[in-house]
């Protein structure tokens, strides 16, 4: 899309208007049950495991797990890197280190062949339990992980993944798109048998309140917050915005539009079109007439999906924190 030279400034936003959407509280039942369960376990727990996005690896990430953190050894898991662009991942690093953050490791929990998982995640585990003293779990011979993090970052996945590569087994846990999708912490799931590992899945805790409404509609777009919370409208809305403001335009050959658009209707309307989404209302005035409308929620779940599978490019929606971090 090299030949769409446009001059941002005077065509697209530079601001994104969330409107009236409130994304900054949401905090279900279950997740303060959750929250309370993982303060409870930690006396059991040798090393906690938080798996987040790699799209968003500051945003979202719940501060009430700090305290946890500081008690027992901490691995950060960045997951869904097959989505996020990483040309600055040192500088992402060097930010994490900063907020106390020392072992990171990258991966994508969903490749069947996980190098990561298969030849890393476990020894990175182990060196870490080794570091620290136990306390009195000394003399226990098996580890205990704590995994947690936001909704639907690949908790359950990673679980899997290192069922199926360490044990030769299938799923434990029960795997979806959705954020929410596990709801109590669960049993203790095995997950390696040299060393004896076990490990407790926790479900999605998100801030009691998110720090602002940008965060929270990254954490939308990224589907840790379920859709109709917020609305696939108002997300595609600032999936648009996103792209633009970075001059990623893969979308207009993906979509097959003649020209970048800052206007989320047209594109969604093009969409709609194209895919034969419409919906049949009744015409004004008229007892027996209908007329068709594009059916802008089913296209936009047709761009949010896109977007969410990499169809659209690698993304980094932390840009802007880490543009603000340059000058500490």
Same mark, same amino acid.
């Given at each position: 899309?090299?030949?769409?030279?446009?001059?941002?400034?005077?065509?697209?936003?530079?601001?994104?208007?969330?409107?009236?959407?409130?994304?900054?509280?949401?905090?279900?039942?279950?997740?303060?049950?959750?929250?309370?369960?993982?303060?409870?376990?930690?006396?059991?727990?040798?090393?906690?495991?938080?798996?987040?996005?790699?799209?968003?690896?500051?945003?979202?990430?719940?501060?009430?797990?700090?305290?946890?953190?500081?008690?027992?050894?901490?691995?950060?898991?960045?997951?869904?890197?097959?989505?996020?662009?990483?040309?600055?991942?040192?500088?992402?690093?060097?930010?994490?280190?900063?907020?106390?953050?020392?072992?990171?490791?990258?991966?994508?929990?969903?490749?069947?062949?996980?190098?990561?998982?298969?030849?890393? *995640?476990?020894?990175?585990?182990?060196?870490?339990?080794?570091?620290?003293?136990?306390?009195?779990?000394?003399?226990?011979?098996?580890?205990?992980?704590?995994?947690?993090?936001?909704?639907?970052?690949?908790?359950?996945?990673?679980?899997?993944?290192?069922?199926?590569?360490?044990?030769?087994?299938?799923?434990?846990?029960?795997?979806?798109?959705?954020?929410?999708?596990?709801?109590?912490?669960?049993?203790?799931?095995?997950?390696?048998?040299?060393?004896?590992?076990?490990?407790?899945?926790?479900?999605?805790?998100?801030?009691?309140?998110?720090?602002?409404?940008?965060?929270?509609?990254?954490?939308?777009?990224?589907?840790?917050?379920?859709?109709?919370?917020?609305?696939?409208?108002?997300?595609?809305?600032?999936?648009?915005?996103?792209?633009?403001?970075?001059?990623?335009?893969?979308?207009?050959?993906?979509?097959?539009?003649?020209?970048?658009?800052?206007?989320?209707?047209?594109?969604?309307?093009?969409?709609?079109?194209?895919?034969?989404?419409?919906?049949?209302?009744?015409?004004?005035?008229?007892?027996?007439?209908?007329?068709?409308?594009?059916?802008?929620?089913?296209?936009?779940?047709?761009?949010?999906?896109?977007?969410?599978?990499?169809?659209?490019? *690698?993304?980094?929606?932390?840009?802007?924190? *880490?543009?603000?971090?340059?000058?500490?």
């Amino acid at each position: 899309m090299a030949k769409h030279v446009i001059s941002r400034s005077s065509v697209f936003r530079e601001k994104f208007t969330f409107g009236t959407k409130d994304v900054t509280k949401w905090f279900p039942g279950h997740m303060n049950k959750g929250m309370k369960q993982i303060e409870m376990m930690l006396k059991n727990v040798d090393c906690v495991v938080e798996v987040h996005d790699a799209r968003i690896p500051f945003s979202g990430r719940n501060p009430n797990f700090r305290n946890a953190l500081m008690l027992r050894p901490h691995l950060l898991v960045l997951n869904k890197v097959d989505l996020a662009d990483m040309t600055r991942q040192d500088k992402v690093e060097e930010l994490l280190q900063q907020q106390g953050v020392n072992s990171v490791v990258y991966t994508n929990c969903k490749e069947q062949t996980n190098t990561v998982v298969k030849k890393k *995640l476990i020894p990175k585990i182990k060196d870490l339990i080794g570091s620290r003293s136990r306390y009195h779990r000394e003399e226990s011979l098996e580890y205990n992980l704590l995994i947690i993090g936001i909704p639907n970052v690949g908790k359950s996945s990673l679980i899997n993944s290192l069922r199926r590569t360490h044990l030769k087994k299938g799923k434990a846990t029960r795997v979806g798109g959705i954020a929410g999708i596990t709801r109590s912490v669960l049993e203790r799931i095995k997950v390696c048998e040299e060393p004896a590992m076990y490990l407790y899945d926790t479900p999605g805790i998100l801030a009691p309140n998110v720090q602002n409404v940008e965060v929270g509609m990254k954490l939308a777009l990224s589907a840790a917050l379920q859709d109709h919370l917020v609305g696939v409208d108002s997300i595609a809305d600032y999936m648009l915005y996103t792209l633009n403001k970075k001059g990623n335009y893969s979308y207009v050959k993906y979509f097959g539009l003649e020209d970048p658009t800052d206007d989320v209707l047209k594109l969604l309307a093009h969409v709609a079109l194209k895919n034969n989404k419409a919906v049949k209302l009744r015409s004004p005035g008229s007892q027996t007439g209908y007329v068709y409308r594009p059916h802008f929620d089913a296209a936009a779940g047709i761009v949010l999906r896109a977007f969410r599978e990499g169809k659209l490019g *690698l993304v980094m929606l932390d840009d802007d924190i *880490l543009d603000s971090s340059q000058g500490r």
